[in-house]
């Protein structure tokens, strides 16, 4: 088992500044970071359509989703434009969406892959934190490589699926906020 406590401390000092005694806030740069992360990928990953969907009002984090079909074009992110999608990229489409904290130097990268039953037109969607497809490694490869030298930590769900039981957020009761709902977004 990997020991995260160094981690751990870090990011409870962080939320100890940012949520219990309020000292730091960092959502005030949220929309110039989100600009500054979307230019960077589209730089150094230009072969990966991306579409940048950081709530710039409310979002903890910036949100990039990339589709994993390099030459294709992601579309309307509407139920239509993803049948589209789908049915354009033969039946599977697989993307990575990737958030990065705008209160720590943290991310989370998650794959997801849809199918669309062309009996019945219904979309299924599954996610994991790793690539479905071998060929997506490369993707993955990439975007750490990028992230790494920017000094961000991709954290595992093992550590985002912590409870902080003392910190009640926007949306989520205290006792049920996770070390995920306090650095990206709230669900």
Known sequence: MIDHSEILV??????TAVYRKRNVNPWNEGVSRSIRFENLFREYLPDWPLLNQTDKLHGGSTVLAFLLHPG??????????IEVRIK??????YQALLEISHIGP???????????????????????????RDEDAVFYRNISKILEKENILILPDEILHRHVPD????VTDAGCATIYHCLFDEE
Do not use: A, N
């Open 106 to 132: 943290y991310s989370r990268i998650r794959f997801t892959r849809e199918t669309l039953d062309d009996k019945t037109d219904r979309i299924s969607y599954e996610e994991q934190s790793l690539p479905y």
């Open 10 to 15: 870090q990011i409870e000092e962080l939320l």
């Open 167 to 170: 910190i009640e957020l926007d």
């Open 72 to 81: 294709h074009y992601i579309g309307v992110p509407t139920k239509d434009g």
């Open 88 to 93: 354009r990229l033969g039946g599977e489409c």
